[in-house]
């Protein structure tokens, strides 16, 4: 069978292990494409029972029966040879969360091509769609990327964007990028066979890191802009979630926005020190900032779930409390 440009299908091995890989590797297992082989991460202790789990990605592999790898490194020649006896013509490599050796890199025929979710060369690292909104980035998107030894500098094979929205969380741009990413992926596929790429170099002097998320980060400082805190929450969600400190306890805050001028925002905040909470209704909770006041809209209790704020601040006395 070919893909209709007289291309024999591709022998592959997939590499990821979280949800945002899942996607990629459904589009190949539903193209001409042979996947050989899926590595993924050892299965890790997760939930409140610190049962052993399955990464997504392990789960859809068992689901269609593939052989399936979960080597704690690559950098032992044990596993280099097993990766080897596959013959892998490409490797697709999607946050797997794993060091590729040099060896690894060279062993498929057309090397290894890596999915990425930002605009190369802007946010390599670990949280490019976290640090996208929290920047305030008016776009995002994925990179296809010739895999090498540095992190995240490969050649640039196909790129694709998408514009962020005030209403973008971490949560919906992953969805997005995604399934953006697999699509990239196929058409990247298509033009590697039909030898139609050309590589681009990324420019090193607009390169910025995306930093691993921390929990210490996540605390709110109300004293900072409104924007800035806005993008935080949004950047945050769902993991690790902004959160400020109400009766000597984390409050989480899931989501909240900017207030127009046409519900007076300026005038309302005028003088009051950041934190405090300045009025409620249905719509939420306004809170003063350093500069204009937004409105909370969702928030978690310590040991609930998540709520509106409409629905947290009725039992509780919050109209002039300042969250610290």
């Known amino acids: 069978m070919t893909n209709g440009l007289n291309h024999p299908p591709l022998r592959i091995i997939f590499a990821g292990t979280p949800d945002f890989s899942v996607s990629a590797l459904q589009a190949l297992l539903d193209s001409e494409h042979e996947v050989v082989a899926v590595y993924t991460q050892p299965d890790r202790p997760a939930g409140r029972g610190r049962k052993l789990t399955e990464s997504p990605v392990k789960i859809v592999a068992l689901e269609h029966n593939l052989p399936i790898f979960q080597p704690e490194t690559l950098k032992d020649k044990a596993a280099q040879q097993t990766l080897s ?5 490409v490797m697709v490599v999607v946050a797997y969360g794993l060091l ?3 060896a690894v890199l060279d062993m498929p025929t057309y090397g290894c091509l890596n999915i990425h979710a930002s605009l190369l060369p802007r946010w390599r690292g670990a949280a490019p769609i976290q640090r996208a909104i929290e920047a305030g980035d008016s776009q995002s998107g994925v990179t296809i990327m010739q895999m090498d030894i540095g992190l995240d500098t490969g050649d640039m094979l196909y790129k694709v964007s998408t514009d962020i929205t005030a209403e973008d969380n971490a949560a919906r741009l992953h969805d997005r990028l995604s399934v953006l990413g697999s699509t990239a992926l196929m058409q990247t596929l298509n033009a590697l066979q039909s030898q139609q790429l050309t590589p681009e170099k990324q420019d090193e002097s607009c390169v910025t890191y995306a930093k691993k998320l921390t929990k210490a980060e996540a605390e709110i400082q109300w004293d900072e802009p409104a924007d800035t805190i ?4 949004q950047a945050f969600n769902p993991w690790p ?3 400020t400190s ?3 306890k984390p409050l989480r805050i899931g989501q909240a926005r900017l207030l127009s001028n046409e519900k007076g925002a300026t005038d309302q905040g005028g003088g009051k020190t950041s934190g405090t909470v300045l009025s409620i209704d249905r719509e939420g909770m ?3 900032t350093g500069s204009d006041p937004i409105l909370i809209q969702q928030v978690q209790p310590s040991g609930k779930k998540m709520m ?4 947290f601040a009725q039992s509780r006395s919050l109209l002039g409390h300042q969250f610290l």
């Open 286 to 288: 306004v809170v003063a």
């Open 85 to 89: 006896l596959l013959k892998a013509d």
């Open 241 to 243: 979630v902004a959160f």
């Open 308 to 311: 509106s704020a409409y629905d």
């Open 230 to 233: 806005v993008r935080k929450i």
């Open 246 to 248: 109400f009766k000597e």
């Open 100 to 102: 590729l050796p040099k």
